[in-house]
């Protein structure tokens, strides 16, 4: 009975059942998400510098994706790196000079900004946007 629950387990995690979702980000100033694999598929949206991507699948030297709000495209691979990055969710988002809601707000985002990830404490990630600015935003507020 032992040997038939290790094989089970054994298979499970063979065939990727528990395997975690590959999360790039675009790595281009301005990138053109497509709706299929090549540049001949129209172009869906566009989308800036650091903007995180769930990997669904390949197809050659193209990535089909799934984003924050759950909608799919195509990016060429030379246009994405492995970053850690994250978008904001929420329609209005503070962002802060400091790791805490004690600490002044440096500027407000709207949801669908994209940023690097600097650094975390805690439940507070520091951030970057492409144009520079910087500051720190919770958690809860981004994807």
């Known amino acids: 009975m032992r040997f038939i629950s290790l094989l089970t387990v054994a298979v499970i995690l063979l065939t990727g059942s528990f395997a975690m979702a590959e999360r790039l980000s675009v790595s281009s100033?301005?990138?053109?998400?497509r709706s299929g694999?090549?540049?001949d598929y129209e172009i869906l949206w566009k989308v800036e510098s650091y903007y995180p991507i769930i990997v669904l699948k390949k197809s050659g030297s193209w990535i089909n994706f799934r984003d924050f709000e759950g909608d799919e495209g195509w990016i060429h691979t030379s246009l994405v790196r492995k970053k850690p990055t994250v978008i904001t969710i929420k329609n209005t988002c503070n962002v802060r000079n400091g790791p805490g809601?004690?600490?002044d707000i440096l500027f407000t985002v709207e949801k669908g900004i994209p940023f690097l990830i600097l650094d975390r404490q805690k439940n507070w990630l520091q951030i970057k946007h492409a144009d520079g600015d910087r500051g720190w935003i919770h958690k809860s507020l981004v994807w």
């Open 29 to 33: 100033r301005i990138a053109n998400i």
């Open 37 to 39: 694999p090549g540049t």
């Open 101 to 103: 809601t004690n600490h």
